[in-house]
């Protein structure tokens, strides 16, 4: 008797244990791929990008809304027209959440939160602070701390608007791939948890991928510097049906916007934290006016940085080691300087341009990017010792020596000269 009682009583509760009060269908959800935040005239406004899950599928969504609704704006529509895989809705609201719940009762779905790739911040938004955003959406279960995080030159809404990846028809993987550290030397790579981490911690400041739109109809430009690859994002003119550009990097300080920075500022700082795949470096010919010299640089091993000594002036240095591999080369060059002679001016090039990215971080930005910090700290006894120190306040007077090593160890296609060995 007393184990019927028992098994009764156990099959209640599982019964009462196994509701669904709070389940939803996957077709009663519609799934957000990017979330960009703008300042609005009072508050913030906030633009929704949600996937058709129909269109990424192969289904036809001619009749109406895959995810439900209608973004019911001239922007919306616009979109619509320009990516058929994406739907956008843009609200304005005293904050994110409150933007959300107004968007929510416009569809006829639950927003989910879940799969947004990318968190868009406008430049405008950022001069004012990221922190307590970036604090909100770590402490929120429906964001993974994986998201990819941004900074936009134009608005966020006019960014995530134009986004019309030709290559690729699901949006979520297209920001994957796109803001993946996997993706370009020539921008970093930033999560959430990246993000939160360098604005709470006391030994790094964050950086993020900077986004723009590009001119239109105009493949030409007149700076020399990004003939040569050194651009920031928007710069380069390109007829596309896809206007948006991603190149060079935002440097934060204190959790706000201090500065954009070019794509060859971005290749430096993948190599200073030891991130670099593979990059070109270009070289005025040594033997021939108008030529160039083409290096492709690979590092195979991390970067060297070391604390010398601290005080009013922090003595900082580094030690880069590359391996290269012979792109372009005129043979007057080669016969000239030979392989050591080429490595000696790359090397000079690598290290000059190490130092000015180090110094331009410390004294323009005032922002270490590439974490001395972490280094300083383990010179210190105890963590309130490390904070009287006052690393953000030294760190602008700091000094620094870099030294950069390139081997070629490929001649590619360049057939090298023959000693000649004649009296």
């Known amino acids: 008797m007393k184990r019927s009682l028992f098994a009764v009583v156990l099959i209640a509760v599982c019964l009462l244990l196994c509701g669904c009060n709070y389940s939803h269908e996957i077709t009663e959800m519609a799934f957000t791929v990017a979330l960009g935040l703008d300042k609005g005239e009072e508050g913030l406004r906030v633009s929704i990008q949600f996937a058709r899950p129909l269109s990424i599928a192969g289904g036809s969504s001619e009749?109406?809304?895959?995810?439900?609704?209608?973004?019911?704006?001239?922007?919306g529509e616009e979109t619509a027209a320009k990516n058929k895989n994406t739907t956008m809705l843009t609200i304005e609201a005293e904050d994110v959440y409150t933007a959300l719940s107004i968007a929510e009762n416009s569809l006829s779905k639950q927003i989910n939160l879940s799969h947004t790739k990318l968190l868009l911040f406008s430049a405008e938004l950022a001069k004012e602070g990221l922190g307590d955003y970036v604090t909100l959406f770590m402490k929120d279960s429906q964001f993974?701390?994986?998201t990819y995080t941004a900074i936009s030159l134009c608005s966020a809404e006019e960014y995530i608007r134009t986004v019309n990846p030709s290559l690729e028809i699901?949006?979520?993987?297209?920001?994957?791939?796109?803001?993946?550290?996997?993706?370009?030397?020539?921008?970093?790579?930033?999560?959430?948890?990246?993000?939160?981490?360098?604005?709470?911690a006391l030994g790094q400041e964050p950086v993020l991928p900077a986004a723009n739109l590009?001119?239109?109809?105009?493949?030409?430009?007149?700076?020399?510097?990004?003939?040569?690859?050194?651009?920031?994002?928007?710069?380069?003119?390109?007829?596309?049906?896809?206007?948006?550009?991603?190149?060079?990097?935002?440097?934060?300080?204190?959790?706000?916007?201090?500065?954009?920075?070019?794509?060859?500022?971005?290749?430096?700082?993948?190599?200073?934290?030891?991130?670099l795949k593979q990059v070109y470096l270009t070289m005025p010919s040594h033997t021939q006016e108008g030529k160039h010299i083409t290096l492709r640089l690979t590092q195979k091993?991390?970067?060297?940085?070391?604390v010398e000594?601290?005080?009013?002036?922090?003595?900082?240095?580094?030690?880069?080691?590359?391996s290269a591999e012979i792109v372009e080369c005129p043979a007057s060059d080669l016969q000239a300087l030979g392989l050591s002679g080429l490595n000696q001016m790359a090397s000079e090039q690598i290290a000059a341009q190490l130092k000015g990215f180090l110094e331009l971080t410390a004294n323009f930005c005032q922002a270490d990017v590439t974490g001395y910090g972490k280094l300083a700290k383990m010179k210190f006894a105890d963590f309130p010792s490390w904070q009287d120190y006052n690393w953000p306040a030294r760190y602008p007077s700091a000094q620094f020596r870099v030294t950069a090593k390139v081997n070629i160890s490929r001649e590619g296609l360049v057939n090298l000269p023959k000693e000649n060995n004649s009296p």
């Not at 009749?63 to 922007?75: K, L, T």
Request: net charge negative; hydrophobic share 25%; with cysteine.
């Open 144 to 146: 993974s701390p994986n």
């Open 301 to 306: 091993k991390k970067c060297v940085r070391r």
């Open 63 to 75: 009749g109406g809304d895959a995810s439900g609704g209608s973004s019911g704006e001239e922007s």
């Open 170 to 200: 699901n949006p979520a993987k297209y920001y994957t791939l796109l803001f993946s550290k996997n993706n370009s030397d020539y921008t970093p790579a930033t999560t959430l948890r990246d993000l939160y981490f360098n604005i709470s």
């Open 309 to 322: 000594s601290l005080g009013e002036s922090p003595m900082l240095t580094a030690s880069v080691s590359l």
């Open 214 to 275: 590009s001119a239109e109809d105009n493949l030409h430009t007149e700076d020399s510097d990004a003939v040569r690859g050194d651009y920031e994002a928007g710069d380069l003119s390109k007829n596309s049906e896809n206007r948006t550009d991603v190149s060079g990097m935002a440097v934060l300080k204190d959790g706000k916007l201090s500065q954009v920075l070019s794509s060859h500022d971005a290749m430096s700082y993948h190599i200073l934290t030891g991130q």
